[in-house]
């Protein structure tokens, strides 16, 4: 019976690996960062709180339930910790926040699907065939979301770019995957 | 399906966006009492049986006090249908008043043991009252 329950350990593992990750799905919701991490936490509270039978996807699952948080939270405009306008979702590995708090500004603007594909991919590390059972959707449309959404983030985040610059002008290879 | 390709541009702008990471939320509690779901299945299926079985009483009381109303309502009818008052009909009266009186006479001495108070009886109100 405990086999097909969500348990406290489930729950901590998909914190660890995901949290940052529904953080910043959550900060396309949410005004800030601040509310973002409000909600993950909150979701992952009731978690630990409630026996759950185990979701057949549980990052799907969690992103769902974040979502539901992030668009309650917005609903009613609840703020559970003070707004630090500096604070961002990410950090560069460089240090440049500015190109940090760009692409959390870059992200919440994208469609809601394009956003969700994005960071299930590049910050959740699922592939596309993952994403694509996790929204229930064909593949081919998921690697369209991606591409548009990589598109979009490439426009608004050109003027930060620099080591990448160069190798972004060459010619149009292509890999299989 | 796995056929999806990726332009090399793509894979150098994923590269860039690998620079950057989400930070961690907050910590979460470590003791954390979990609530169990059991108690609360058991109080919603007794609440259930409470309030079927509720109903269901309510609804045979009212069968039951409907029943005694039909009961009620049918001696009412037996006793109108047996009534003599039923056989001195008004409109019929007044056309055998008009056409026969003598057997409108007749009709009403036939009918009035019926009708009318019995004084023969030893403990009849009339017959105490007529003794006076």
Do not use: C
Request: proline share 6%; charged share 25%.
């Amino acid at each position: 019976m405990g086999a097909n329950k969500l348990s406290a350990e489930d729950v901590r593992r998909l914190y660890d690996q995901h949290g940052p990750a529904l953080m910043a799905y959550a900060r396309g919701f949410v005004p800030d960062a601040a509310a973002a991490e409000d909600v993950v936490h909150q979701v992952f509270l009731r978690l630990l709180s409630a026996e759950l039978t185990m979701p057949d996807a549980p990052v799907a699952y969690v992103y769902r339930a974040v979502r539901n948080a992030a668009l309650n939270a917005r609903r009613s405009g609840l703020r559970l910790t003070e707004l630090d306008p500096q604070s961002s979702v990410f950090r560069h590995r460089g240090g440049n926040q500015e190109a940090a708090l760009a692409l959390e500004k870059a992200l919440a603007e994208l469609p809601e699907e394009q956003r969700e594909v994005v960071v299930m991919r590049m910050w959740s590390g699922l592939t596309l065939e993952e994403i694509a059972a996790a929204a229930g959707a064909p593949l081919n449309t998921i690697a369209s979301r991606y591409r548009y959404a990589l598109e979009k983030l490439r426009v608004k985040l050109r003027p930060y770019e620099r080591s990448v610059n160069g190798a972004m002008e060459n010619g149009k290879q292509r890999q299989e995957i | 399906m796995g056929q999806w390709k990726m332009e090399n541009n793509d894979r150098k702008f994923e590269e860039y966006l690998g620079e950057f990471q989400p930070r961690k939320p907050r910590a979460l509690p470590e003791q954390i009492v979990r609530r169990q779901v059991w108690p609360r299945r058991i109080a919603a299926a007794a609440a259930i049986a409470i309030s079927l079985g509720a109903s269901m009483w309510f609804a045979r009381k009212k069968h039951e006090l409907n029943s005694g109303e039909v009961v009620a309502r049918n001696l009412t009818s037996m006793a109108e249908a047996k009534s003599p008052a039923r056989a001195l009909a008004l409109v019929p009266l007044t056309q055998l008043a008009l056409q026969d009186p003598e057997q409108l006479d007749a009709q009403l001495t036939a009918a009035s043991p019926t009708v009318l108070p019995d004084f023969r009886a030893s403990d009849s109100t009339l017959r105490v009252l007529a003794k006076e």
